[in-house]
């Protein structure tokens, strides 16, 4: 089993720790697992993306140029990631911010509305892991067991009653088809 | 020991030398190695160790070539421009035989370049970078987990042979993160015994000197001497480099570090496309394995080095084999990751082109 | 038969290279005397420049390291940090202090490094020569201001002192010279006090010392002392510059 997933948003959504707590969470489940940030000037910027790959093999590039999955939580991130996705994989797209919608029909598209959903179960800074939950529901890539066991690992200061947040958020996502 | 981490390779390098024993660190920011001052800030006073910030990279080298005077185990850390600035005194280091460690997490040059990863650094690594006669031990890692545990053996060997060691790792490594085991029992700084050179608190005993001068006829030259013999040593007794899928391999793919990954995406690949490629990888950069990739050589048609510079190491690769096959190249300088694809490609290439087109000694 | 003087111990016996009427050998004796009298010696460690001092490594009796140009503050800093209990000193002259190694001089100041900084200021290069120094005065003629400093061209000299005094982290600074025997006794008193704050770790204390170089002024010894006395000294003021434990820190 390979997955390659790149996730793209603003600064403060929340990508890096996504991408750190997949990648924990990979790690737990007993699979190989990279985590690279796009540390350039894209940072400076106010976006913010990152590389993830969980693999039953070991990984050799943590670069993922051509994503099994992409996540996509801000409108600019749409334009710049959608041409990666190597055909046949998944979007998913963060309809709460991203107003256009993809052009590619080799690809599965999911629409979550990630903001919205977060907000309905207290606050928006959850919208993350809405993303993850839709993710993990879709690719079957790792359990949301796993992610919530990485969640104390990763969010080292985080009140219990953030990380149940967290959880509930992600099997909320798990509900989007 | 034992427990699996989650730690950006430039942490674990971090996190490495202080469980070596590193006691002293000095250091000045520069992308993309941040996270080693910042995390050696708080780690240092925890083990009761020295951080300091310094003004520049070159007042960083020259505390180091002070603290490592005294003996106790010490590291500083920059990218490219800033290594460039501590040349001059990494030479004295070599020069006064201190065993001083850094790291360079390589970013694209020349001049201030870009901050991706990139290995336009390797002749300034491995053959000496500053002025005078001089070699540095140079190990190259290809993971978070190899930054985490490759600074002890970098102690270990400067301290045995008295030569500088550095660590030549690259913007991506050090930005990645990956599980990490730190794979030695963690050293008591404490008890690390105190070298018969340093300097310090000397009650009783005659006193002594550390300096990289000698300005006495000849002397200079003894001393030079005195110092290549211990090089032709670190040479026999301590390169390093990993092979596979070495035995019915038509063509090599040689590489360190970052390229190496990308070279065993490519491997991989070729492998499924029936094409008997092998992998190659020199774990150590100086000394360069020039034994073992002479075997190597013996058996295939050709090698292909791959590297993120214009093609640096790839003069040590024809140098260790003698010519004895073609060497080609895949170069991808200006901090680009080469995909496992374009490296196939070379690899297809390269076949086609035998021994007449090869790209020896141009 | 009655002593009254010998040479310290914290000097060896060994027969120095520097040139008559150079007042390197004066400092150095002044120095090893201060480490002799405040019994630290042992725990002595002394960093020697790039210049025509860089022998004193092989001057002092104890422990001694030799570093880069202008990087002896730097080099203090290490040693320091790594063994606190050391006395550590940090001898240069005025192209290594106050040329290529100011961001040194004037960061472990600012950092209030525990050390003591012995600067001989001389007005000019010695060992390669008698090229311009940062304190070579306005008009002196140096092998490269073969017509005298001009302004114009090379601006103005460095008064160190004076620049470090705006540091909160300097805690002592003081000029005091050595063309005269009385000016002798004043230096050694202003660099017994710089040992004896590092030995109270109260922090970056300094020294300046005004010296001749007859050799590189091209002038006798006993004119080298004259031009101090009406060349030097009206540009470089002797005097305190900073003293932490004075109530009124920062005058002269």
Same mark, same amino acid.
């Given at each position: 089993m390979y997955q390659g997933i790149r996730i793209s948003g603003f600064?403060?959504? /929340?990508i890096i720790s996504s991408g750190v707590l997949l990648a924990y969470a990979g790690m737990l489940d007993g699979r190989h697992v990279t985590f690279f940030p796009a540390y350039g000037a894209e940072m400076r910027g106010g976006t913010a993306n990152c590389s993830v790959v969980i693999s039953s093999d070991d990984v050799s590039?943590?670069?993922?140029?051509?994503?099994d999955t992409v996540i996509v939580m801000n409108e600019p991130s749409l334009a710049k990631f959608e041409p990666l996705v190597k055909p046949g994989g998944l979007l998913i797209i963060n309809s709460s911010l991203v107003e256009s919608r993809p052009k590619r029909k080799d690809i599965k598209i999911l629409l979550v509305p990630c903001n919205k959903a977060a907000q309905e179960l207290g606050?928006?800074?959850?919208a993350n892991m809405v993303a993850l939950g839709a993710f993990v529901k879709q690719? /079957?890539?790792?359990?949301i067991d796993a992610i919530a066991k990485a969640m104390p690992k990763v969010f @080292?200061?985080? @009140?219990p009653e953030m990380l149940e947040l967290n959880v509930k958020a992600l099997k909320k996502g798990a509900e989007f088809n | 020991m034992g427990e699996k981490l989650l730690m950006k390779g430039n942490d674990a390098m971090a996190e490495g030398a202080v469980r070596a024993g590193c006691r002293f660190f000095a250091g000045y920011p520069i992308t993309p190695q941040n996270e080693v001052p910042e995390y050696m800030s708080w780690r240092m006073p925890e083990v009761g160790g020295a951080f300091i910030q310094a003004e520049s990279e070159v007042a960083a080298i020259n505390m180091l070539f002070g603290a490592a005077a005294t003996g106790v185990r010490s590291m500083t850390s920059s990218s490219s421009p800033g290594i460039s600035l501590k040349q001059e005194g990494i030479s004295y280091c070599a020069g006064a035989d201190l065993p001083i460690f850094f790291a360079n997490v390589v970013r694209g040059?020349?001049? +201030?370049?870009?901050i991706a990863g990139a290995q336009g650094d390797y002749f300034q690594s491995v053959r000496?970078?500053?002025?005078g006669d001089y070699r540095t031990f140079v190990m190259a890692p290809n993971s978070a987990e190899e930054m985490g545990n490759f600074p002890l053996k970098c102690y270990e060997v400067g301290e045995k042979y008295r030569v500088p060691s550095m660590i030549l790792s690259d913007g991506t490594i050090g930005q990645m993160m990956e599980p990490v085991e730190f794979k030695f029992e963690t050293v008591d700084a404490k008890k690390l015994p105190i070298p018969e050179w340093a300097i310090g608190a000397?009650?009783?005993?005659p006193r002594r000197m550390v300096g990289?001068?000698? +300005?006495?006829?000849g002397e200079l030259e003894k001393m030079v001497l005195a110092r290549a013999k211990r090089y032709r040593e670190v040479e026999e007794k301590e390169a390093l480099w990993e092979g596979k899928?070495?035995?019915?391999?038509e063509i090599v793919l040689v590489s360190y570090g970052i390229a190496s990954r990308a070279s065993l995406a490519a491997m991989k690949l070729a492998r499924e496309q029936g094409l008997k490629v092998g992998w190659f990888r020199p774990i150590t950069l100086w000394p360069f394995p020039k034994k073992a990739l002479t075997d190597v050589a013996k058996r295939v048609k050709s090698l292909l080095a791959v590297e993120l510079? +214009?093609?640096?190491m790839i003069d040590d690769v024809k140098l260790a084999i003698d010519c004895r096959v073609p060497v080609h190249l895949h170069a991808r300088p200006g901090g680009v990751l080469p995909t496992g694809e374009e490296i196939v490609e070379s690899v297809r290439k390269a076949l086609k082109a035998g021994s007449k087109e090869a790209a020896c000694c141009r | 038969m009655l002593q009254v003087n010998r040479r310290p111990?914290?000097?060896?016996d060994v027969k120095m290279h520097?040139?008559? =009427?150079?007042g390197h050998g004066i400092v150095h004796r002044l120095v090893a005397e201060c480490l002799d009298e405040l019994e630290v010696a042992s725990r002595a460690v002394g960093v020697a420049p790039v210049g025509?001092?860089?022998?004193a490594d092989h001057y002092f009796a104890c422990d001694m390291i030799q570093g880069a140009h202008g990087r002896g503050p730097a080099i203090a800093t290490g040693i320091k940090r790594s063994k606190p209990e050391c006395i550590v000193f940090s001898y240069q002259g005025d192209g290594d202090l106050?040329?290529? =190694?100011m961001a040194e001089t004037v960061h472990s100041a600012a950092r209030s490094e525990n050390i003591t900084v012995v600067f001989i200021n001389n007005s000019i290069y010695g060992m390669t020569g008698g090229q311009m120094a940062p304190?070579?005065?306005?008009?002196q003629p140096s092998t490269t201001s073969p017509k005298g400093r001009d302004v114009k061209v090379n601006g103005y000299p460095i008064r160190v002192c004076e620049l470090l005094?705006?540091?909160? =982290?300097?805690r002592y600074l003081e000029r005091t010279s050595v063309h005269t025997a009385a000016h002798v006794i004043k230096t050694k008193k202003a660099l017994k006090k710089a040992f004896q704050n590092q030995i109270d770790g109260k922090g970056f204390s300094m020294v300046e010392v005004l010296s001749m170089c007859p050799t590189n002024l091209a002038i006798a010894p006993k004119d080298n002392a004259k031009f101090i006395a009406e060349k030097m000294l009206p540009v470089y003021p002797l005097g305190v510059y900073k003293d932490a434990d004075a109530p009124a820190a920062g005058g002269k």
């Open positions: 600064g403060g959504q /929340g590039t943590p670069v993922v140029a051509q994503p606050t928006a800074r959850i690719t /079957g890539a790792l359990s @080292k200061r985080a @009140k | 040059g020349p001049g +201030l370049g870009n000496g970078g500053g002025h000397n009650p009783g005993r990289s001068y000698d +300005l006495r006829e899928m070495l035995d019915d391999a510079s +214009l093609g640096q | 111990k914290s000097l060896l520097y040139c008559p =009427g150079c025509c001092s860089v022998f106050a040329s290529i =190694g304190t070579t005065l306005i008009g005094s705006q540091l909160d =982290g300097a």
